[in-house]
């Protein structure tokens, strides 16, 4: 079975800083990969997904991840934070098959400080 | 566009009571899904429709879970009788069709207390 493991489930990092969100996968096919943002009070929101073409993938917000087959993981990261990035991400991965399941982590809250 | 609409916002229960949310997707979606998030965890899949159809309610605690999609557009979830471990958010999403790369549109949820 699929499953995703989210490492650190609070980051904080200070405005301006890199944001590095972790995430790690298990599949015996490759998978296809997504990152979701939560917002306070808001639904889930598709950040980026990787789907087997390019393995950096760029997404909403000035997001990206990178696909390592080697390392299992799919990390979200972006070059410098802002304020409006404190949010609940979740990193999920899809079933190979046609119904589209989605298997989600368990989150990671990110703050940003002043 | 309208977003997923889902009410109500917040519900408090006693134990064995029954409770009922509502969910209407963005206007056009086929693809229905009912997620539970507990807290401290991710949402997990509890039914998906396609139209009026169950494509998958493998994890729906068919005892006490019970879902529908009458004319393949709004749905209800109702919970009979609800238990403590009930207590989460209810997400509601839709998809403009069924497929392992569809983008997901989720709903604020319904923060369901369970005493």
């Known amino acids: 079975a699929q499953s995703v493991t989210q490492l650190g489930s609070h980051v904080s990092v200070s405005e301006g800083a890199l944001v590095l969100l972790r995430c790690n996968y298990s599949s015996s096919v490759p998978p296809y990969l997504f990152w979701y943002v939560q917002y306070p009070n808001q639904g889930l929101q598709l950040l980026l997904k990787?789907?087997?073409?390019?393995?950096l993938v760029k997404g909403i917000n000035g997001f990206e991840a990178e696909f390592k087959k080697s390392e299992t993981s799919f990390h979200l990261t972006k070059p410098s934070a802002h304020m409006s990035d404190a949010a609940e991400y979740f990193c999920a991965v899809s079933e190979r098959s046609n119904t589209g399941k989605l298997i989600f982590g368990q989150g990671t809250t990110l703050q940003v400080k002043p | 566009e309208a977003g997923v609409a889902q009410s109500p916002r917040y519900k408090i229960i006693e134990k064995r009571q029954s409770v009922a949310f509502w969910c209407n997707p963005i206007?056009?979606?086929?693809?229905l899904y009912w997620y539970q998030q507990i807290l401290g965890q991710g949402p997990k899949l509890l039914i998906q429709f396609q139209n009026n159809g169950v494509v998958d309610d493998s994890q729906l605690p068919k005892d006490r879970f019970s879902a529908e999609r009458l004319k393949g557009v709004d749905s209800t979830l109702k919970i009979q009788p609800a238990k403590l471990e009930d207590s989460a958010v209810y997400l509601c999403?839709?998809?403009?069709?069924?497929?392992?790369?569809?983008?997901?549109?989720f709903g604020s949820g319904t923060q369901l207390s369970v005493l």
């Open positions: 990787y789907t087997s073409a390019a393995t």
């Open positions: 999403a839709s998809s403009l069709r069924t497929g392992v790369i569809e983008k997901l549109f």
């Open positions: 206007s056009g979606h086929a693809t």
